[in-house]
T-cell receptor, first 113, second 112 residues
Framework: NAGVTQTPKFQVLKTGQSMTLQCAQD?????MSWYRQDPGMGLRLIHY???????DQGEVPNGYNVSRSTTEDFPLRLLSAAPSQTSVYFC????????????FGQGTRLTVV | DQQVKQNSPSLSVQEGRISILNCDYT??????FLWYKKYPAEGPTFLIS?????DKNEDGRFTVFLNKSAKHLSLHIVPSQPGDSAVYFC???????????FGAGTRLTVKP
């Protein structure tokens, strides 16, 4: 049982490049989300999805795009990378109720130069 | 506007003593609160939670207290162990959505 798998673990991008961070879960969770972690800011919600075909914005959605075509996968796309997007990104999944704890992936450390 | 605040960036305690980590929230719609533990280069892992209908929840060495009137919760670790050294995040959500908001985290160091 792999849980939540994120790829890649590390990535360096040049300003203006685009890329997709991959996230997959094998727990059949309906809810998936993306967070970014920055020093002194904790984890901030970027986008989330309550099920296949349904996505919504979180606290800091600008510059990111998501889609949810299957229950298992929830990729995060950076459309045109900026240095302000240098961060550690975490994907999480949980059962569909507000009282459910989230399971996190190991994170992707992204540097934009 | 941070809806969940952890005002202590760091805490250092001696092994065997109590660690108390604090968290405040501003959104009265939150009614489920969680604590996550994070080691370097790993994702956060769930530690303990509490529903707003309770004021205390215990799990072994870990106890979470909730004071709804003060919009404050705390995590007590007794006795503290060196393996507890990590960053602890407080999180909050509503009953009918999974939109979880996190505090900035408190780095706990337990000295042998």
């Amino acid at each position: 049982n792999a849980g939540v798998t994120q790829t890649p673990k590390f990535q360096v991008l040049k300003t203006g490049q685009s890329m997709t961070l991959q996230c997959a879960q094998d727990m059949n969770h309906e809810y998936m989300s993306w967070y970014r972690q920055d020093p002194g800011m904790g984890l901030r919600l970027i986008h989330y999805s309550v099920g296949a075909g349904i996505t919504d914005q979180g606290e800091v959605p600008n510059g990111y795009n998501v889609s949810r075509s299957t229950t298992e996968d929830f990729p995060l796309r950076l459309l045109s990378a900026a240095p302000s997007q240098t961060s550690v990104y975490f994907c999480a999944s949980s059962p569909p109720r507000g009282s459910a704890e989230a399971f996190f992936g190991q994170g992707t450390r992204l540097t934009v130069v | 506007d941070q809806q969940v605040k952890q005002n202590s960036p760091s805490l250092s305690v001696q092994e065997g003593r109590i660690s108390i980590l604090n968290c405040d929230y501003t959104n009265s719609m939150f009614d489920y609160f969680l604590w996550y533990k994070k080691y370097p280069a790993e994702g956060p892992t769930f530690l303990i939670s509490i529903s707003s209908i309770k004021d205390k929840n215990e799990d072994g060495r870990f106890t979470v207290f909730l004071n709804k009137s003060a919009k404050h919760l705390s995590l007590h670790i007794v006795p503290s162990q060196p393996g507890d050294s990590a960053v602890y995040f407080c999180a909050a959500s509503g009953s009918f959505n999974n939109d979880m908001r996190f505090g900035a985290g408190t780095r706990l160091t337990v000295k042998p």
